[in-house]
């Protein structure tokens, strides 16, 4: 029996098909392998950890202190979502912005101090990193529960700081202020973003408090000299620096090992139902025909790009170079997956807010440094180069050009150069004015 003439050429043309198809699935796979491949080479010889158990023997996480008691005490009987249910919202109290009266703030502490003598006994632990538990066979498991008691328990400390610097009871901010200090502590050596991001909440808190006090004149000389040494300890950007690598070895370690499935499912946590049904099933269906190798040249794209970010943070630190000149990693690479184009942007934002948080650490060491320069003299200085200042503290780690400093009788400002590396409301809050009374 003859086959038709159409039948033939339509067998031919699958024949064709498939041929190409799996020509192009075993090349891409062969490529990408060997692009990854030689990404960890390179990594690996400069002595980057690519596993969380590479990542512990370094010395710095070797030679931790044991998890503290607010850690193992809330594992232990299972308590961190018990005591934030028992606590009261920040939402429940004034802020500064509302300007309340000083019946609203003393109201305000009778609600707070019972409130925070719930959980008293989780903070008196000696300082310790919180060694967050991690189930890697569940990358989306990042203890929210203790992460948020902790959140919880900072606003708090927050509000009853802001109250005794409204009712002029600075020793009651300072306790406060002290407290935050030892919780970020437990926080100093992240080995994920999500703990780098609990820091900067901190540090955030903490810089505002002396910030707000600053502007109110409430502190004292003998202040002043504590909270120097205070937000000298504070380090946003070895933070962020810590936090991205641990992350890094977290995406390596994730799209390496789970499957296609797992890596849709994951994508489907990251975004925080930010995508809609639709655009997540064609995400889905994407991942599903993907070949490997291209998740493996993205993946030693996405490796290598952190570590240009990652040396130019140690520059930052050392005050030679601003982050503006670095582009952002969600512009670069060929984002082919749609998993490493979410990582990217979001790990761009990530490192806006720790520039921005160490900007604001910087100007707070400057307007302390003025502050004891105005009681020791009697005026502020015309310059900054009259001030004993840290190396990196006149620099904006932006531009790593100087902090813009202008005196006159009234009192100061203090800004950074402009930059389109912050958002506007970051510009806000990096503006300075100081009048004196």
Not at 80 to 109: G, R, V, Y
Request: no cysteine; proline share 7%.
């Amino acid at each position: 029996m003859k086959i038709p003439r159409w039948l033939s050429i339509t067998l031919i043309l699958l024949l064709l098909i498939v041929t190409v198809v799996t020509l192009f699935y075993t090349i891409t796979d062969w490529r990408g392998a060997k692009e990854w491949q030689a990404a960890k080479t390179e990594l690996l010889d400069r002595g980057e950890p690519l596993s969380f158990d590479q990542l512990r023997e370094e010395p710095i996480y070797r030679n931790l202190p044991p998890a503290p008691t607010l850690l193992a005490g809330l594992l232990e009987n299972n308590q961190a979502t018990t005591l934030k249910e028992a606590l009261p919202p920040a939402s429940d109290f004034p802020s500064p912005e509302n300007d309340p009266s000083a019946a609203e703030w003393t109201a305000a502490l009778d609600q707070l101090n019972p409130a925070l003598q719930r959980v008293a006994p989780y903070l008196e632990a000696t300082d310790g990193p919180m060694a967050w538990p991690y189930d890697l066979s569940d990358p989306v498991n990042t203890a929210l529960p203790q992460i948020t008691l902790l959140n919880r328990i900072a606003q708090l400390l927050q509000i009853r700081a802001e109250a005794g610097l409204a009712l002029k009871r600075p020793t009651l901010a300072k306790e406060s202020l002290e407290t935050l200090m030892r919780l970020r502590q437990w926080t100093a050596y992240p080995l994920t973003l999500i703990e780098a991001l609990v820091g900067f909440s901190l540090d955030r808190q903490i810089l505002d408090i002396i910030r707000n006090g600053l502007i109110d004149g409430t502190w004292s000389a003998d202040d002043l000299a504590e909270f120097e040494q205070m937000v000298g300890q504070l380090a946003p950007i070895q933070l962020l620096e810590r936090g991205l690598r641990g992350e890094r070895v977290f995406f390596l370690t994730v799209t390496e090992d789970l499957s296609k499935e797992e890596l849709a499912s994951l994508l489907a946590v990251a975004v925080g139902g930010s995508m809609s049904e639709s655009q997540f099933s064609r995400a889905v269906s994407a991942i599903a025909l993907y070949p490997k190798g291209w998740l493996d040249a993205d993946r030693a794209d996405y490796a290598v790009e952190f570590q240009v970010v990652l040396d130019r943070l140690r520059l930052i630190t050392q005050g030679e170079v601003g982050m503006e000149s670095a582009t952002p990693l969600a512009t670069r690479g060929n984002d082919r997956h749609p998993l490493t184009q979410l990582v990217r942007a979001t790990i761009d934002s990530v490192i806006n807010r720790g520039v921005t948080l160490e900007a604001l650490r910087r100007q707070t060491l400057i307007a302390l440094a003025l502050e004891q320069h105005r009681l020791e003299s009697g005026s502020y200085p015309s310059s900054l180069s009259s001030l004993d200042l840290p190396p990196t503290a006149p620099l904006d780690p932006a531009r790593g050009e100087t902090i813009e400093y202008v005196a006159d009788e009234d009192g100061y400002r203090l800004s950074v150069p402009k930059s389109e590396f912050y958002r506007e409301q970051d510009l806000e809050q990096l503006q300075w004015d100081r009048k004196l009374e």
